[in-house]
Nanobody
Framework: QVQLVESGGGLVQAGGSLRLSCAAT????????MGWYRQAPGKQRELVADIRSGDSTNYADSVKGRFTISRDNAKRTVYLQMNSLKPEDTAVYYC????????????????WGQGTQVTVSS
């Protein structure tokens, strides 16, 4: 099965930086896209950034210019560099991967990480 392992969350002061990592493991056939979502208490989960084939990227307006998404295809890992963090960035961040598995390589499935807490103090 496909599993996503996240790391890099923590507590920082406003203006600080964090780097999140998410490694995809298991019997993966092909990865189509990788991205990051976040969910703050009492709020809906929202897209933060994603990266697709051809290395095209997409960012939420609230993080443009501050966050950078990247990936290492050999390691099947996606990163999110977060700079100039604000208190409103506080949330649980979830890694998301769209991929096909070796047992069903015709069907693309969306997989989710366990979430990592990011807390930004003012």
């Amino acid at each position: 099965q496909v599993q996503l392992v996240e790391s890099g969350g923590g507590l920082v002061q406003a203006g600080g930086s964090l780097r999140l990592s998410c490694a995809a493991t298991g019997r993966i056939f092909s990865i189509t896209a990788m991205g990051w979502y976040r969910q703050a208490p009492g709020k809906q989960r929202e897209l933060v950034a994603d990266i697709r084939s051809g290395d095209s990227t997409n960012y939420a307006d609230s993080v443009k210019g501050r966050f950078t998404i990247s990936r290492d295809n050999a390691k099947r890992t996606v990163y999110l560099q977060m700079n100039s963090l604000k208190p409103e960035d506080t949330a649980v961040y979830y890694c998301n991967v769209d991929a096909t598995s070796e047992i069903d390589y015709f069907t693309e499935k969306s997989y989710w990480g366990q979430g990592t807490q990011v807390t930004v103090s003012s």
